[in-house]
């Protein structure tokens, strides 16, 4: 196990995220998509997403079992940095998104590993959304336009707008009580 958090404090962790992010935009509806329609070529968030990005997977790189491979670890870590700095250099279109793909992807880490070998089966409600999260992932890294299209559309009638973020709203309540009371 990489990261030694409970799965209760991962539960509690990620819904009060959800409950903040979908909350502000029940909350204060107009700046909010604003800010989210605005969010795939946003450079300077992108920068900062793709900062914390690089600085996790090379603190990944620097302290997981590399095995047979831990004599090359300085050169994954350089390798982890000088991709974080390439990518900011080179691939500037929709960095934001593709920047939060890659927290997706080891924010799912995270969770599951929370959830390793754990019986009870409320623990899957965690687990389908780190695999959500991961699919959610690899797709905003290989494909960033489909998000603005997913925000365009989710955006376009405000009942559907409203539907989607009261439902993550929700499953942030869902989250943060599993994790207070069960977990």
Same mark, same amino acid.
């Given at each position: 196990m990489i990261y030694s958090f409970t799965l209760a404090q991962v539960s509690v962790w990620v819904g009060l995220g959800l409950i903040l992010s979908h909350g502000w935009w029940l909350f204060d509806q107009r700046q909010s998509v604003q800010w989210i329609r605005a969010f795939p070529r946003n450079d300077a968030l992108g920068g900062v997403l793709l900062a914390i990005a690089t600085?996790? &997977? @090379?603190? *990944? @790189?620097?302290?997981?079992?590399l095995m047979e491979y831990t004599r090359f670890r300085p050169l994954f870590i350089l390798g982890v940095v000088g991709l974080g700095v390439t990518s900011w250099l080179y691939v500037r279109e929709f960095i934001a998104v593709r920047s939060l793909g890659i927290l997706f992807l *080891?924010?799912?880490?995270v969770l599951l590993d929370a959830a390793f070998l754990r019986n009870d089966p409320a623990r899957l409600l965690v687990v389908s959304y780190a695999y959500l999260i991961i699919v959610e992932g690899m797709v905003m890294v290989g494909a960033p336009y489909l998000l603005r299209d997913a925000i365009h559309w989710?955006? &376009? &009638?405000?009942?559907?707008g409203k539907c989607l973020l009261g439902l993550g709203f929700l499953f942030g309540l869902l989250l943060l009580a599993l994790g207070l009371f069960v977990y």
């Open positions: 600085g996790w &997977s @090379a603190w *990944l @790189a620097g302290s997981i079992n *080891l924010g799912g880490d989710g955006l &376009s &009638s405000p009942v559907r």
